[in-house]
């Protein structure tokens, strides 16, 4: 026996068993020998369904409407009845047992939840309950159209950030060689002062120390050298 002590653990367990009863052919069980004779007073097949479909929407209806008043025993017959047809429809639509299964779980759960909506005058309860449970489905079916999009976009985006990555790598590599080039057609002292004083990080008075030059004369190179470099690399002030 399965504990109906809520609805969540109802629902998982006769999941179990759904894909099974959707595989069997209930019909009606009679012992041999004790087939129904078919006369002028038996009813016709088409009007035995037809009646045995009107007793069934009327007992579900009854299960729905107690399921709005909290009866949980109500809700578990209910889910028993019609959860083979339910999850044959969403499983039709979502093409995944697994997604099925969940989406099961959140079918029952808003039957249970809006039990006191549903109006018999409207419609049948498998109506109203397929209802339901195809617009579950159908919400399934464009979360994960919307997450494989969003699973693309940023994979996509990925790899654009690593190209401009490379392409801002070769580009500061390329400057950096326009520099060099351009170092080149300095004078050797002005070459040497600039190198020391931007890629050593000394000051003015630091680079005539280490050069052992008056300070005048460290800075005249130096301004030469910056406007000799602005010329080439064609920066314009």
């Known amino acids: 026996m399965f504990n109906y002590s809520s609805p969540e653990k109802l629902m998982s367990a006769a999941l179990q068993v759904s894909v099974l009863s959707l595989m069997s052919d209930h019909g009606p069980d009679f012992a041999d ?56 429809m969403v499983l039709r639509i979502l093409r995944n047992p697994a997604f ?4 099961m779980q959140e079918i029952y759960l ?38 494989r999009t969003r699973d693309s976009t940023y994979h996509a985006q990925s790899r654009t950030t690593d190209h401009d990555v490379v392409a801002e790598t070769v580009a500061d590599s390329m400057e950096a060689a326009v520099v060099v080039r351009c170092l080149e057609t300095l004078t050797l002292k002005q070459r040497e002062a600039i190198n020391i004083a931007y890629y050593q990080g000394l ?30 690399l064609g920066v314009t002030r």
Not at 100 to 103: G, Y
Not at 115 to 120: K, L
Not at 207 to 220: H, M, Y
Request: proline content about 5%; aromatic content about 6%.
């Open 203 to 232: 000051s003015y008075r630091e680079v005539a120390d280490q050069l052992r030059t008056s300070l005048p004369t460290i800075k005249s190179r130096i301004r030469d050298g910056l406007i000799g470099l602005q010329k080439c």
């Open 110 to 147: 808003e039957i249970w939840n809006s039990a006191g909506q549903f109006d018999p005058s409207r419609g049948s309860p498998m109506a109203w309950m397929a209802t339901l449970a195809h617009r579950r489905a159908i919400d399934r079916v464009r979360s994960e159209q919307a997450s």
């Open 100 to 103: 099925s299964e969940e989406t």
């Open 33 to 88: 020998g004790d087939y129904p004779e078919h006369g002028p007073s038996c009813e016709a097949p088409d009007d035995l369904r037809v009646r045995r479909r009107e007793v069934e929407a009327k007992n579900l209806a009854a299960l729905v409407l107690r399921c709005a008043g909290g009866d949980r025993g109500s809700f578990a017959a209910l889910y028993d009845a019609t959860n083979a047809r339910i999850y044959g």
